[in-house]
């Protein structure tokens, strides 16, 4: 199977983050975009993983711009390091917010801040790290959200966000996905109000968001599917067996990839959108419809309010630090 199964635009000069970049959907993110032209940051927790998803890219393309950042999301002063060297460097043209926990465990656990593990992990650590990126990130740039078709499935329970009261391994994904969606319309919502206030400020008609937030999600992407990649993907062959039972509903995250490289690539992308597979559970990207809960402004007010109170941090989408 192919790594690169649609084409992708030149993304020569444009420098983009990749957040759990060392496997999955993040790999082949990550490659697809290195191999269109564009330096990619790898992130993630562990640096041996890391180098070896950059050592699987230069196996096949031995000149790829690539390097690695380690960010745990579930540590905010991991998250915070993380950005003061992002800082440091060129602005990023695109962030793919990938990076989180799909193997939920069992029982309640919590970060090193004291937050709901899961909730942490794929929602807490992006909303910091983008509270100090976003002001910083190059004009035109879009920061993309990976969705999942979790939230079709699962209640929204706003007022328990932490699960405090219930929890189960299943609906600490499904509402971690959920609120991640949500913040990612949010931002939208809040970086066009900015771009309102900015034009009235110099009586302009209009102007276009500084930055566009998008979110992608993969459709039903198993490992299975996917081709063998040494130290990145490599399913015991059982495993393999099994989700070749699939094929006619499921795709390789190779795929699955493509809904992301295509929101953060294709001159068709506006931020507010929400893109995914044509099929919804795979095929090439196309616009979809995302749930009510995910697209409530009001859920979304109280959502962005949780998170700044949780990583203890104002995120105002135009300061620049």
């Not at 096949?60 to 915070?80: F, G, H, K, N, Y």
């Not at 593990?117 to 740039?141: C, M, W």
Request: charged content about 20%.
């Amino acid at each position: 199977m192919s790594w690169y199964p649609t084409r992708v635009p030149p993304q020569a000069g444009r420098q983009v983050l990749v957040t759990g970049a060392n496997a999955g959907l993040g790999f082949f993110t990550s490659a697809r975009l290195a191999r269109a032209g564009a330096h990619v940051t790898l992130s993630g927790r562990s640096p041996e993983r890391l180098a070896a998803a950059v050592a699987a890219i230069r196996t096949r393309m031995p000149r790829a711009s690539v390097d690695t950042l380690v960010i745990d999301t579930a540590s905010l002063e991991s998250v915070r390091a993380g950005a003061d060297r992002l800082l440091d460097r060129a602005p990023l043209d695109a962030v793919v917010l990938n990076a989180g926990m799909v193997h939920t465990p069992s029982e309640r656990r919590e970060s090193v801040d004291g937050h709901e593990l899961v909730l942490a992990t794929n929602v807490l650590g992006h909303f910091a790290l983008l509270a100090e990126i976003v002001p910083h990130l190059a004009r035109g740039a879009r920061v993309v959200s990976v969705g999942s078709l979790s939230t079709r499935l699962s209640t929204f329970r706003v007022d328990d966000l932490q699960l405090t009261r219930t929890y189960d391994s299943w609906r600490a994904y499904a509402q971690s996905k959920i609120a991640a969606t949500s913040l990612a319309f949010e931002l939208d919502r809040r970086l066009r109000r900015a771009a309102t206030d900015a034009a009235e400020a110099v009586g302009a008609a209009s102007v276009t968001p500084r930055v566009h937030s998008i979110v992608a999600h993969p459709g039903y992407s198993i490992s299975g599917r996917t081709p063998r990649v040494p130290g990145v993907n490599q399913p015991p062959t059982a495993d393999r067996f099994a989700d070749a039972l699939q094929a006619a509903w499921a795709q390789g995250k190779h795929r699955g990839a493509e809904a992301i490289v295509h929101g953060v690539t294709s001159e068709e992308v506006e931020g507010g959108q929400f893109w995914g597979p044509q099929w919804m559970v795979k095929g090439a990207p196309r616009l979809a419809t995302p749930t009510r809960t995910s697209r409530d402004a009001r859920i979304g007010a109280r959502v962005w309010a949780f998170a700044e109170e949780a990583v203890g941090r104002r995120f105002d989408v135009g300061a620049r630090s």
